[in-house]
């Protein structure tokens, strides 16, 4: 199920920047927006995306990791640390 949500969110995003994109190319056309304006206020766009994608990243993880210790769950480390004392 998350998988299925984040590729509906990427594909959602794919879709807004082509949006964006041509309608920025239309004022481009019109003669409404300067060619350097525009590519500036994509940049611009593409930059938040990359601040927010991290962002959401690290939230997940964190989330992630509440669950995992709320259910109690083994983790790599305590797998490893559990291996040695094997030993």
């Known amino acids: 199920m998350l998988k299925e949500l984040l590729h509906t969110g990427i594909g959602a995003a ?6 964006v994109e041509d309608e920025l190319k239309k004022l481009e056309d019109e003669g409404k927006i300067k060619t350097k304006d525009a590519k500036s206020f994509l940049e611009s766009i593409e930059t938040k995306g990359k601040e927010e994608e991290q962002r959401v990243k690290e939230q997940l993880k964190s989330t992630l990791k509440e669950v995992i210790d709320e259910l109690g769950l083994a983790t790599k480390e305590d797998l490893a640390k559990l291996k040695e004392d094997l030993k």
Do not use: A, F, H
């Open 14 to 19: 794919v879709i807004l920047k082509q949006k």
